[in-house]
């Protein structure tokens, strides 16, 4: 969708175009005229006309409304920038707001933040796919590299876009907050459209989302925002993925919310339809779909007890012991092990790094007994 960003900065927005851009505003008056019509004296007429300064964006709003002039003659021949500071941007007037622009503001909603001074963009994440890939979307919008920071750290990585012009695009259009966030919404005409709303919940999932093996096999979005999981559970329902909503308020001060998504035929959905960029996500859906059996978890939870009572100690035997990938029998040891009914007695090292050896639990022997009288 186009939209005129001229009608969307704000009023210290300066506008420097060249000279036969300027002729074409002006030529049809004198000096004397324009400032007579636009209440602005000569001295300051004379800078705008003869490009020695830049132009206020309230002037040439009023200038093409006064010349009718057809904004389509500026695109691409402006350079834009708030206040005095900062870098001039060659962006507009006219703008597309493409899914490309829509993913990188889910993104930035559920991993980033705008400061109420506007000054610039940070998107925070793990993972160094997304940083370059939210890099490289500003970088074709004109940005250099002097805009742009990269702080590597073990835990995250913080991108920070220095730009105070598309801070406001992505807080107006795109209805990214600025300042404290609090509830966040999905635009509206993001929402009447299937591709950008695909979009949108691909930029939340990479944001906020993560896949769980163990227990119920799910995804989920993770928010503070009750809104913006509201308008995600709309756009998964027109897309016929079925999820719930759910509430947690568990030794939290406030609730956080989580949209959740069971069942192989939803997961395929999801990832066939929104198609995930962020790969270790998008690799453990598959590893899912991939194993996913009709027989319930704990069915595969008694499969590893037996196959431990066996004697397969380590998590690779157990693995090639009961035909399953490694990645999916680690997850659900972590969830025997998280529930007690296994427990590491003896950790092995080698050359290529270290295991452990795993035994089941007097608990754990109640749950395999348990499973066994309900299976068999």
Same mark, same amino acid.
Request: proline share 3%.
């Given at each position: 969708?186009?939209?005129?960003?001229?009608?969307?900065?704000?009023?210290?927005?300066?506008?420097?175009?060249?000279?036969?851009?300027?002729?074409?505003?002006?030529?049809?008056?004198?000096?004397?005229?324009?400032?007579?019509?636009?209440?602005?004296?000569?001295?300051?007429?004379?800078?705008?006309?003869?490009?020695?300064?830049?132009?206020?964006?309230?002037?040439?709003?009023?200038?093409?409304?006064?010349?009718?002039?057809?904004?389509?003659?500026?695109?691409?021949?402006?350079?834009?920038?708030?206040?005095?500071?900062?870098?001039?941007?060659?962006?507009?007037?006219?703008?597309?707001?493409?899914?490309?622009?829509?993913?990188?503001?889910?993104?930035?909603?559920?991993?980033?933040?705008?400061?109420?001074?506007?000054?610039?963009?940070?998107?925070?994440?793990?993972?160094?796919?997304?940083?370059?890939?939210?890099?490289?979307?500003?970088?074709?919008?004109?940005?250099?590299?002097?805009?742009?920071?990269?702080?590597?750290?073990?835990?995250?990585?913080?991108?920070?876009?220095?730009?105070?012009?598309?801070?406001?695009?992505?807080?107006?259009?795109?209805?990214?907050?600025?300042?404290?966030?609090?509830?966040?919404?999905?635009?509206?005409?993001?929402?009447?459209?299937?591709?950008?709303?695909?979009?949108?919940?691909?930029?939340?999932?990479?944001?906020?989302?993560?896949?769980?093996?163990?227990?119920?096999?799910? #995804?989920?979005?993770? $928010? !503070?925002? /009750? %809104?913006? @999981?509201?308008? +995600?559970?709309?756009?998964?329902? =027109?897309?016929?993925?079925?999820?719930?909503?759910?509430?947690?308020?568990?030794?939290?001060?406030?609730?956080?919310?989580?949209?959740? #998504?069971?069942?192989? $035929? !939803?997961? /395929? %959905?999801? @990832?066939?339809? +929104?198609?995930?960029?962020?790969? =270790?996500?998008?690799?453990?859906?598959?590893?899912?779909?991939?194993?996913?059996?009709?027989?319930?978890?704990?069915?595969?939870?008694?499969?590893?007890?037996? $196959?431990?009572? /066996?004697?397969?100690?380590?998590?690779?035997?157990?693995?090639?012991?009961?035909?399953?990938?490694?990645?999916?029998?680690?997850?659900?040891?972590?969830?025997?092990?998280?529930?007690?009914?296994?427990?590491?007695?003896?950790?092995?090292?080698?050359?290529?790094?270290?295991?452990?050896?795993?035994?089941?639990?007097?608990?754990?022997?109640?749950?395999?007994?348990?499973?066994?009288?309900?299976?068999?």
């Amino acid at each position: 969708m186009r939209f005129n960003i001229l009608q969307y900065l704000p009023k210290n927005t300066k506008i420097k175009m060249n000279k036969g851009l300027r002729e074409t505003f002006f030529l049809s008056k004198s000096v004397t005229e324009w400032g007579k019509i636009l209440n602005i004296s000569m001295k300051n007429m004379s800078r705008y006309i003869n490009g020695t300064r830049s132009l206020p964006i309230d002037l040439v709003n009023n200038l093409a409304l006064l010349t009718k002039i057809d904004i389509n003659k500026l695109q691409d021949k402006i350079e834009l920038k708030i206040s005095k500071s900062g870098n001039y941007l060659k962006i507009g007037p006219l703008v597309e707001i493409d899914k490309e622009w829509v993913y990188v503001g889910e993104l930035i909603k559920g991993d980033g933040h705008i400061p109420s001074n506007f000054w610039n963009i940070t998107f925070v994440n793990n993972n160094k796919g997304l940083i370059k890939h939210v890099e490289n979307f500003f970088i074709s919008l004109g940005i250099k590299q002097t805009q742009i920071t990269i702080i590597e750290r073990e835990d995250a990585n913080f991108l920070i876009i220095r730009s105070s012009v598309l801070a406001h695009i992505f807080n107006k259009i795109l209805d990214v907050p600025f300042g404290k966030k609090d509830e966040i919404k999905i635009s509206d005409f993001v929402l009447s459209d299937n591709s950008l709303s695909i979009a949108a919940v691909r930029g939340a999932f990479d944001a906020e989302g993560s896949v769980t093996f163990t227990g119920s096999r799910r #995804i989920s979005i993770t $928010s !503070n925002s /009750k %809104k913006w @999981l509201l308008d +995600i559970e709309q756009i998964l329902s =027109k897309l016929r993925i079925e999820s719930k909503i759910f509430e947690d308020k568990s030794k939290r001060k406030e609730p956080i919310y989580r949209v959740l #998504i069971f069942h192989k $035929s !939803n997961l /395929k %959905k999801f @990832l066939e339809i +929104i198609k995930p960029l962020h790969q =270790k996500r998008k690799e453990k859906l598959k590893e899912i779909l991939n194993n996913y059996t009709k027989n319930p978890q704990r069915e595969f939870h008694k499969r590893i007890l037996l $196959s431990i009572k /066996k004697g397969n100690v380590r998590r690779r035997d157990i693995s090639r012991d009961i035909k399953q990938s490694l990645v999916l029998v680690g997850n659900n040891i972590n969830w025997l092990k998280k529930k007690s009914y296994i427990e590491p007695y003896q950790k092995i090292y080698t050359n290529q790094g270290s295991f452990y050896k795993y035994r089941i639990t007097p608990k754990g022997k109640e749950y395999l007994n348990k499973s066994l009288s309900f299976f068999d």
